[in-house]
């Protein structure tokens, strides 16, 4: 697991700001406006090439693609369903952006701790 500052901090940004773009885009395009289930599955769709193009094209060459990618995805992914399902506002979109980008963060941390077990801690 990563322990460097600067890629830690990254991490952290680059889900917030990804969280962040997916919500707001999928609120302006579909807002709620579709029953759930289609809002949630157009949302998905919208949040991952959202989350895509971010991670590939500005965030990756400066943090890694494999650590950038999964958390990324995950969370546009699940950023975009937040907005494809609920018509949230500025402040709304903010919050719930932020909050989604480092609640898959933190997942994504717990599960590779999780698979990888315990470590042999060398410097």
């Known amino acids: 697991m990563e322990k460097r500052l600067y890629f830690i901090a990254g991490d952290l940004l680059s889900n917030i700001i990804v969280g962040i773009v997916a919500i707001g885009v999928t609120t302006l395009l579909i807002g709620g406006n579709m029953p759930m289930v289609p809002g949630m599955l157009a949302g998905m769709v919208v949040g991952m090439v959202l989350a895509m193009g971010l991670s590939m094209g500005v965030l990756a060459p400066r943090l ?9 995805m995950m969370t546009g992914m699940v950023a975009g369903m ?3 399902m609920i018509a949230l506002s500025f402040v709304q979109t903010l919050i719930w952006g932020a909050a989604t980008g480092v609640t898959m963060l933190t997942l994504v941390y717990l599960l590779n701790a999780a698979i990888s077990g315990p470590q042999k801690l060398t410097d």
């Open 64 to 72: 890694g693609i494999m650590e950038i990618m999964m958390p990324c």
């Open 82 to 84: 937040w907005g494809g």
